[in-house]
C-alpha cells in the first residue's frame, strides 16, 4: 500500500545534540512538507520542497535543517540551534505543488528533550 | 497573511446529537479548503476538498459546505468513533506560493455513550 513513513515514532533528545527524523513515501509525490504542532496550535511549516535537489523555508525553518536528495525521501534535522525542539512533527506530500491537492500525512514523530 | 480560525475549541455531545464546527477563513484567492480529522498521537487523515462557495460534500455522518467566508463541518448523530480533532485548513494564493496549507488550531470533538 502507497504512503507515507515516518520513522521513529519516539525520540529523545539530550541538550546540544542533532537528531533526524526520517519520512519516506511510494506515493510517487512531487512536494513534500515537514510541519510542527504544539498543542493549542496549529500546524506550523518548518519546510517544503517542490522538487529533488530544491526546498525552501516555511513559517518556522531557524533551528532546523533538510534534504531532498530522492524523490522519495524528505529527511529533517533538528539541530541544536533549535531552542524549544519538543513537538510532534510531521511530514506531508502531495501530488503536485501547482494544483489544488490536499497532503498525505504521515503518522508523526514525537521529539522530547531530556 | 492567510488565516484560519475554527470554533469552539472543544466541543462535547452526546451520542446522536448533532452539531456543527466552524471554520472562517481570510486569504487571498481561497483555492481549497481541506477537512481532516485526527486521532490522539497520529498524523491528520484527509476528509474532504471544497473549492467554491456553495459546493457540498459528505462522508457518512460527516457533511462539509462552504460560504466565501466560512466552512462548516456538519455532524448528523454523531458516535463515540467520531471523536477526534477536526482541523481546517486552506490553500490560497497563485504562483509559485500556491504549495501551502494555512490550518487552524483545531476543533477537539468528544462524543459520550
Known amino acids: 500500500d502507497g504512503g507515507i513513513t515516518q520513522s521513529p515514532k519516539y525520540l529523545f533528545r539530550k541538550e546540544g545534540q542533532n537528531v533526524t527524523l526520517s519520512c519516506e513515501q511510494n506515493l510517487n509525490h512531487d512536494a513534500m512538507y515537514w510541519y510542527r504542532q504544539d498543542p493549542g496550535q496549529g500546524l506550523r511549516l518548518i519546510y517544503y520542497?517542490?522538487?529533488?535537489?530544491?526546498?525552501q523555508k516555511g513559517d518556522i525553518a531557524e533551528g532546523y535543517s533538510v534534504s531532498r536528495e530522492k524523490k522519495e525521501s524528505f529527511p529533517l534535522t533538528v539541530t541544536s540551534a533549535q531552542k524549544n525542539p519538543t513537538a510532534f512533527y510531521l511530514c506531508?506530500?502531495?501530488?503536485?505543488?501547482?494544483?489544488?491537492?490536499?497532503?498525505?500525512f504521515g503518522s508523526g514523530t514525537r521529539l522530547t528533550v531530556v | 497573511e492567510d488565516q484560519v480560525t475554527q470554533s469552539p475549541e472543544a466541543l462535547r455531545l452526546q451520542e446522536g446529537e448533532s452539531s456543527s464546527l466552524n471554520c472562517s477563513y481570510t486569504v487571498s484567492g481561497l483555492r481549497g479548503l481541506f477537512w481532516y480529522r485526527q486521532d490522539p498521537g497520529k498524523g491528520p487523515e484527509f476528509l474532504f476538498t471544497?473549492?467554491?462557495a456553495g459546493e457540498e460534500k459528505e462522508k457518512e455522518r460527516l457533511k462539509a459546505t462552504l460560504t466565501k467566508k466560512e466552512s462548516f463541518l456538519h455532524i448528523t448523530a454523531p458516535k463515540p468513533e467520531d471523536s477526534a480533532t477536526y482541523l481546517c485548513a486552506v490553500q490560497a494564493g497563485s504562483g509559485g506560493s500556491n504549495y501551502k496549507l494555512t490550518f487552524g488550531k483545531g476543533t477537539l470533538l468528544t462524543v459520550n455513550p
Open positions: 506531508a506530500s502531495s501530488l503536485r505543488r501547482d494544483r489544488v491537492y490536499g497532503y498525505t
Open positions: 471544497l473549492y467554491s
Open positions: 520542497s517542490q522538487i529533488v535537489n530544491d526546498f
